[in-house]
């Protein structure tokens, strides 16, 4: 199984900057992806990839060693204010199928 636990969100005015990062742990042959998705209240779950709300404010890099994805986000706007959610895609076995798994959510929120 595999345990994902997130850290960095937090309350930031307009045009902060917020680092999330979500290390995965537990018994796994391999972590296949790692990625970002957010939800706003009332809406579904969205990636967070390079979508045009978030293109040149959002990075989201990988640490395969660490098992740990990063997103860095910059030049925040209130828009952008959701529970952030980290996502992986592991191996339990060698030759097995692949599973998804979820963080536990973190709240950003924008706002002066």
């Known amino acids: 199984q595999v345990q994902l636990v997130e850290s960095g969100g937090g309350l930031v005015q307009p045009g902060g900057s917020l680092r999330l990062s979500c290390a995965a742990s537990g018994s796994f042959f391999r972590i296949n992806a790692m990625g970002w998705f957010r939800q706003f209240p009332g809406k579904q779950r969205e990636l967070v990839a390079p979508?045009?709300?978030?293109?040149g404010r959002f990075t989201i890099s990988r640490d395969n060693a660490k098992n740990t994805v990063y997103l860095q986000m910059n030049s925040l706007k209130p828009e952008d204010t959701a529970v952030y959610y980290c996502?992986?895609?592991?191996?339990?076995?060698?030759?097995?199928?692949?599973?998804?798994?979820w963080g536990q959510g973190t709240q950003v929120t924008v706002s002066s």
């Open positions: 996502n992986a895609v592991a191996l339990i076995r060698e030759g097995g199928v692949e599973y998804q798994y």
């Open positions: 979508i045009d709300s978030v293109k």
